[in-house]
């Protein structure tokens, strides 16, 4: 193998066998279950443990990111999920009704962000309606935080099974 076949494989668009995909799989949803509400989870549970300027920083910063969550979801929400469902739809169509890789790729890493929207959202509202402080807020923060781990649990997994189904079928097949 030359030079330039080792670029074309490492840059392959055929995205299941692509490290870089599996790369950007897990650095998405590490990232998603470390910003709780837009706050690092570090944060919280050095909030939870010290108290003190940790805990005033935490409340601040949940406040903060919950008015935001709940403003664009106000304002603009029917037309994120208007946009979003078009989008998705047209992923799912091309990805896995007429069988571009790629587009089935995207999908299976954006798809389940929009569950996990939907959690923020929701996690927001209760934060909004029962002003939780203290150990109750972080008991929100981390069942928040479970249920994004959850969804990526499942949807690394789908994803895995999915993407070791389209590499033996090209291997089987011939590409």
């Known amino acids: 193998m030359n030079w330039y076949e080792n670029v074309y494989e ?3 668009m055929r995205s299941f066998s692509n490290l870089w995909y599996w790369i950007a799989l897990a650095v998405t949803w590490s990232t998603a279950s470390h910003w709780v509400l837009g706050v690092p989870y ?6 939870r443990v010290h108290g ?8 601040a910063l949940v406040a903060i990111n919950t ?4 403003f664009i979801a106000r304002e603009a929400g029917i037309w994120i999920v208007a946009l979003g469902g078009f989008g998705g739809s047209l992923l799912l169509t091309l990805g896995f009704g007429y069988g571009s890789e790629f587009c089935q790729a995207v999908f299976l890493l954006g798809a389940p962000f ?3 929207s939907l959690i923020s959202v929701r ?7 029962r ?7 972080y008991r929100m923060l981390r069942m928040h935080r ?3 781990q959850f969804v990526g649990i499942v949807s690394i997994f789908v994803t895995a099974m999915w993407g070791m189904w389209q590499n033996m079928q090209i291997g089987v097949l011939g590409g």
């Open 114 to 116: 929009a569950l996990v």
């Open 10 to 12: 490492l840059i392959d």
């Open 67 to 70: 008015r935001r969550i709940l």
């Open 146 to 148: 479970l249920s994004v």
């Open 131 to 137: 002003a939780p402080v203290d150990e109750a807020l």
């Open 123 to 129: 996690t927001a509202h209760l934060i909004e309606r």
């Open 42 to 47: 570090d944060m919280v549970q050095r909030a």
């Open 52 to 59: 003190g300027q940790a805990a005033a920083d935490v409340a």
